[in-house]
T-cell receptor
Framework: AQSVTQPDIHITVSEGASLELRCNYS??????LFWYVQSPGQGLQLLLKYFSGDTLVQGIKGFEAEFKRSQSSFNLRKPSVHWSDAAEYFCALFNFGNEKLTFGTGTRLTIIP | KAGVTQTPRYLIKTRGQQVTLSCSPISGHRSVSWYQQTPGQGLQFLFEYFSETQRNKGNFPGRFSGRQFSNSRSEMNVSTLELGDSALYLC??????????????FGDGTRLSIL
């Protein structure tokens, strides 16, 4: 069975500092991985996706993620966070076998001045 | 290009009632998926429709049902509402098959509160 784990429930970062949000997955084949962001009261916005190829993928809003098969990880990074990045971030895995998208439990990001 | 539109945005119901939520996908998208989001359970997959057929279903009771129309618009119905059904219900659309079925694009959700 597929699963996605986001070990950090809540992370606090100072504005301007770097950010890394962790995501680990369990899946028997090549995963299709996504990072979504959700602001309060809003839906999910796609930040970036990994299907195949280059393991370092660039997304919107200055985010990037690196796929590491050996570590079953797909961590999200940003070199310098802005107050507007405060939100909840979800890692997700898509299984083409059953056409299901499985989400992690999310990481809430707080930005302090 | 308009995004995924969910109506209504907010809904208040009482226990035992039923409710219908609507989702209009992005133009050209044929797959519509529904998710329930709660603080305790996170994001849980309800079901997915493609070309008017339910293609996939999550682990929810039969009180939760849906349908998709020929224009790809989808509705979700919950009957005999329970307090635990209070949640944000998210709809997502995608092109439909294989790699083109991803990524899914989400609407802003319908916030359902049960009194």
């Amino acid at each position: 069975a597929q699963s996605v784990t986001q070990p950090d429930i809540h992370i606090t970062v100072s504005e301007g500092a770097s950010l890394e949000l962790r995501c680990n997955y369990s899946y028997g084949a090549t995963p299709y991985l996504f990072w979504y962001v959700q602001s309060p009261g809003q839906g999910l916005q796609l930040l970036l996706k990994y299907f195949s190829g280059d393991t370092l993928v660039q997304g919107i809003k200055g985010f990037e993620a690196e796929f590491k098969r050996s570590q079953s990880s797909f961590n999200l990074r940003k070199p310098s966070v802005h107050w507007s990045d405060a939100a909840e971030y979800f890692c997700a895995l898509f299984n083409f076998g059953n056409e299901k998208l499985t989400f992690g439990t999310g990481t809430r990001l707080t930005i302090i001045p | 290009k308009a995004g995924v539109t969910q109506t209504p945005r907010y809904l208040i119901k009482t226990r035992g009632q039923q409710v219908t939520l609507s989702c209009s996908p992005i133009s050209g998208h044929r797959s519509v998926s529904w998710y329930q989001q709660t603080p305790g359970q996170g994001l849980q997959f309800l079901f997915e429709y493609f070309s008017e057929t339910q293609r996939n279903k999550g682990n929810f009771p039969g009180r939760f049902s849906g349908r998709q129309f020929s224009n790809s618009r989808s509705e979700m119905n919950v009957s005999t509402l329970e307090l635990g059904d209070s949640a944000l219900y998210l709809c997502a659309s995608s092109l439909g098959q294989g790699e083109s079925n991803q990524p899914q694009h989400f609407g802003d959700g319908t916030r359902l509160s049960i009194l």
